[in-house]
């Protein structure tokens, strides 16, 4: 059984640049969240797609953009990038379960980006 | 909002010895509380989870922690030490108040273990 996949591994970027990160759940899973992670920091919530809409977001600005697609799996977009958007970017999915509360957060590898 | 402050950036101790990392939380609803471990170059795993069942929670690899509403805390210990569980450990809250279920995770402590 597979688990949270993420690609690519590492990226290297230029200031004022777009990127795509993309994440697949793991099996039988529905709900995508993103994370990113700055050098020795904790992880921050980015967003969060149930039912391919985006139903929570953190304090992130607008030039975070993701998506959801029919199959669950996920991407995460960055325009005009800063140095400041350098870190590690972690997906985690999840099953949603109404009636029984919060489920696991699984956690994919992550995905490594550089701003130069 | 909830959040999450962890006592200690850096945790040094022998192999063998007891390991207690600290965690304590603020949460306007009775909390979903996690301890998350990060080995180098890699994502979070899961080592337990509290979800207001039983106090005492028993997790993978001998780690265990108890939830402590009076003081609300949610510390992470293990009887003994192993140098493969050197790593970076995240105590996290769910983020309950909102729609979806995010995490809000502490800053993290380093777990040295030396032989």
């Known amino acids: 059984d597979a688990g949270v996949t993420q690609s690519p591994t590492h990226l290297i970027k230029t200031r004022g640049q777009q990127v795509t990160l993309r994440c697949s759940p793991k099996s039988g899973h529905d709900t995508v969240s993103w994370y990113q992670q700055a050098l020795g920091q904790g992880p921050q919530f980015i967003f969060q797609?149930?039912?391919?809409?985006?139903?929570q977001r953190g304090n992130f600005p607008d030039r975070f953009s993701g998506h959801q697609f029919p199959n669950y799996s996920s991407e995460l977009n960055v325009n005009a990038l800063l140095l400041g958007d350098s870190a590690l970017y972690l997906c985690?999915?999840?099953?949603?379960?109404?009636?029984?509360?919060?489920?696991?957060?699984?956690f994919g590898p992550g995905t490594r980006l550089t701003v130069l | 909002a909830q959040s999450v402050t962890q006592l200690g950036s850096h945790v040094s101790v022998s192999e063998g010895a007891l390991v207690l990392l600290r965690c304590n939380y603020s949460?306007?609803?009775?909390?979903?509380l996690f301890w998350y471990v990060q080995y180098p170059n890699q994502g979070l795993q899961l080592l337990l989870k509290y979800t207001s069942a039983a106090t005492l929670v028993k997790g993978i690899n001998g780690f265990e922690a108890e939830f402590k509403k009076s003081e609300t805390s949610f510390h992470l210990t293990k009887p003994s030490a192993h140098m493969s569980d050197a790593a970076e450990y995240f105590c996290?809250?769910?983020?309950?108040?909102?729609?979806?279920?995010?995490?809000?995770f502490g800053k993290g402590t380093t777990l040295s273990v030396s032989s």
């Open positions: 949460s306007s609803v009775p909390p979903y």
């Open positions: 996290a809250v769910s983020d309950r108040s909102q729609a979806g279920t995010a995490l809000i």
């Open positions: 985690a999915s999840s099953l949603e379960f109404r009636e029984m509360g919060q489920d696991t957060q699984y």
């Open positions: 797609y149930y039912e391919e809409e985006e139903r």
